[in-house]
């Protein structure tokens, strides 16, 4: 009556991922007994030779399972890197101990970011940031009766200098809202009322403002995003109020990229 | 020993099916250990296989299996011997009676465990003579309705042994129903090491994690860390966990952070597995429940070397946590106390650490390895005593069945007069 299980199948490569503080990434690999010699690291929709890493893999040893090692210095592009064997299977993600990457504040130079995340369909891949300046959203305030958000967050590799702005762009491109950002040293602030944003809006689209930061004026503006931590999507996640306005229902949310957004949409 | 389980479905996700795996692994390296799913649904258990046990399945439920079980026409009729108030009655059918009888009735075992309670009156009912029979609770006395309790209360006698995961629950099955001869003893649920070193209890984070069911009572968490975040804006709140069949409180506690200002502090995480690499970004944790059969949550968290502020809600957490020492217990329902409880910890670094590492000490006792000896014990034990204690046993068997049938054609007549009465109901 009772059927046995059939033999075991051939085990899924695994890695286990380790971050260390200064943005290293350890990948101690186990399944099949022949993992070949190296983890390779494929940037999604990328070709170029640029988009392919080859770490070395240390052989297992005594109990110690097969090691690859993404060194801090490493430059990888801004995006998505799949885990791949040396015969090209796909990786599967084990315990991801990633607790050095909550609350982070690197020190000074470009702003790496390598967060190690399953996909929807259960790979191991990594979410790449790679910011020089950067632009740190921090915590976000609203005086709901005057229709505007409050903004803080930290610059990394840029000052504030004459005429700091923050820009809302309309992603098509076609409009730019500007208002003055003030702060001191790395840290910034600006105050970004929603009038504007919802005039003109139209029927039965919904806008997405896309918020940059121009340190000074004459300067390059870069994108406001949320990437210091270990929250590879914060789409979901970080959820903020919304706001009645003008037939419109205001609020600010993240991409999943992490940049920060305020959407406007028609309210039903 | 050669040892069986009886399993709703090992290839699914849960608490139960965990506990089991992690019990049936232990015990395998000194035992002939097989789980018995009655249902299969996938290829591999989701939860991953246990080293060294032998797996085996009822019903299958593969839709591309050459042993596909699903078109079955007995499969549509609602069982008989699986109990009605045991809340997967729904699932089960004639096809599951047979396929259980016939496996019960042919068991080359010393001794079958039971995991939930419509698989434990199946073994107490059809169990073949010789092997000892044991019940495993998982939930509680009191979290089943008076139909099952009824049930439990006259089909368990026919067992060897049942074992809950508290001691308040042992208590209950001893005084509340009436099981001579029935050894009632509770074993707690076993958790094992995590996979990662131990929180060091300074991040500014408090993480609770568990389903997003009323039950929980995250809504407390929240209103509570309203205060906390008033007094420590810099600490912050982890919630882990989606909702599940029986409820989502998401959007009620995604409202509830909105009204109360917390969107830059308490953040909904969704679900996470393993969730030790979660509990270590932390330095406190928190379960807030009006209920908690065992509270499998806390020994992880504690496992992980953080000290919890719990709720001292029936039944587990007032035997997991030595308050002071290695947690904090708050009464059920008090949005100050808890809130308090956590400004203790995230105010006192010392105190956190070092109720951190007692946590981390004293949650050892739950390693799979010695929760695996004493059910080993115990059941070394009922094997021992079975070849004496089994003509006594016979009697008493030959007795229950005789006033079993009695009870069954009562039944019966029972639920068809409620049949009757519920299509009247309709009709009308």
Redo the contacts between chains.
């Keep these: ?5 059939t033999a ?2 051939h085990p899924a490569p695994r890695a ?1 991922c380790l971050a260390a503080s200064d943005g290293g990434i350890t990948f101690d690999v186990s399944g099949p007994a022949a993992l070949g010699t190296v983890l390779v690291l494929r940037r999604r929709g990328g070709k170029g030779a640029a988009d392919e890493l080859r770490l070395p893999l240390t052989p297992p040893d005594d109990g110690a399972p097969a090691r690859a090692v993404l060194p801090a210095t490493a430059e990888l592009a801004e995006g998505r890197w799949d885990a791949y064997t040396e015969t090209g299977e796909a990786v599967q993600p ?6 050095v990457l ?2 982070r504040a690197p020190a000074s130079g470009p702003v790496a970011v390598r967060v190690p995340y399953p996909t929807a369909d259960g790979r191991l891949a990594l979410r790449c940031w790679r910011r020089a300046p950067h632009a740190e959203a921090g ?2 305030a609203f005086a709901l009766e005057r229709g505007a958000m409050s903004v803080t967050g930290v610059l990394y590799g840029a000052e504030l200098g004459d005429g700091p702005v923050a820009q809302a762009r309309l992603r098509a491109g076609e409009r730019t809202h500007e208002v003055p950002v003030t702060g001191e040293g790395g840290a910034f602030g600006f105050t970004l009322p929603y009038g504007p944003l919802a005039e003109d809006a139209g029927a039965g689209k919904e806008r997405l403002w896309e918020l940059w930061l121009r340190p000074a004026a004459g300067a390059a503006p870069m994108r406001i995003s949320r990437i210091l931590d ?2 590879w999507d914060k789409k ?6 919304k706001q009645r306005l003008a037939g419109h229902t205001v609020a600010p949310c993240y991409t999943g990229d992490n940049d920060l957004c305020v959407r406007v949409t028609p309210a039903g | 020993m050669r040892i069986s389980f009886l399993l709703h479905n090992a290839y699914g996700i849960g608490g139960t099916i965990r506990t089991t795996f992690n019990l049936a692994c232990a015990l395998a390296e000194r035992h002939d250990v097989e789980i018995v799913s009655v249902f299969r649904h996938r290829d591999r258990p989701t939860m991953g296989a246990p080293a060294g046990v032998t797996m085996k399945h009822l019903v299958d439920l593969r839709k591309k299996s050459p042993g596909y079980d699903g078109d079955d026409p007995l499969a549509r009729l609602p069982a008989k011997v699986f109990p009605r108030g045991d809340g997967r009655h729904r699932q089960y059918s004639r096809l599951t009676d047979a396929r259980i009888a016939a496996h019960l009735a042919s068991l080359d075992a010393d001794i079958v465990v039971g995991t939930r309670p419509g698989l434990n009156v199946h073994i107490a009912r059809q169990a073949r003579r010789g092997v000892v029979r044991v019940g495993q609770e998982h939930l509680t006395l009191d979290s089943h309705g008076y139909r099952l309790r009824r049930e439990i209360g006259h089909r368990y006698a026919l067992l060897d042994a049942v074992t809950t995961v508290t001691e308040a629950d042992a208590r209950a099955y001893r005084e509340r129903l009436k099981l001579p001869g029935v050894r009632i003893e509770a074993v707690a649920n076993s958790v094992p090491a995590p996979g990662v070193a131990p929180a060091d209890c300074t991040a500014k984070w408090v993480v609770a994690a568990g389903r997003l069911t009323r039950v929980k009572r995250y809504d407390l968490l929240i209103k509570a860390f309203s205060k906390v975040a008033a007094a420590r804006p810099d600490w912050r709140l982890r919630i882990y966990g989606s909702g599940d069949a029986t409820g989502n409180e998401k959007q009620a506690l995604r409202d509830l952070i909105e009204e109360r200002g917390l969107h830059n502090h308490v953040f909904l995480m969704g679900p996470a597995n393993p969730l030790e690499p979660e509990w270590v970004k932390g330095s406190v944790a928190a379960v807030t429940s009006s209920l908690e059969s065992f509270g499998m949550t806390i020994v992880e968290a504690m496992r992980c070397g953080l000290p919890v502020v719990s709720t001292d809600c029936p039944h587990g957490p007032r035997e997991i946590i030595d308050d002071g020492v290695d947690g904090l217990l708050v009464p059920v329902g008090d949005v100050d106390a808890i809130a308090d409880a956590l400004l203790r910890l995230i105010g006192d670094d010392e105190l956190r650490r070092s109720a951190g590492r007692a946590a981390l000490v004293s949650s050892a006792r739950f390693d799979p390895a010695p929760i695996a000896e004493h059910h080993e014990a115990l059941f070394t034990e009922l094997v021992a005593r079975g070849e004496s204690g089994r003509s006594r046993g016979a009697l008493r068997e030959a007795l229950h069945r005789g006033r079993s049938s009695l009870y069954d054609g009562a039944y019966a007549l029972r639920y068809v007069a409620a049949d009757l009465i519920r299509r009247g109901r309709k009709s009308g």
């Excluded at chain 1, 009556?1 to 299980?5: A, E, L, Q, R, W």
């Excluded at chain 1, 979901?236 to 109020?241: G, K, L, N």
Aim: no cysteine.
């Design positions: 009556m009772s059927t046995p299980t075991e199948e286990d084990g315990i991801r101990d990633l607790r909550v609350d915590e976000l270990d929250v979901s996640i970080f959820v903020y109020p």
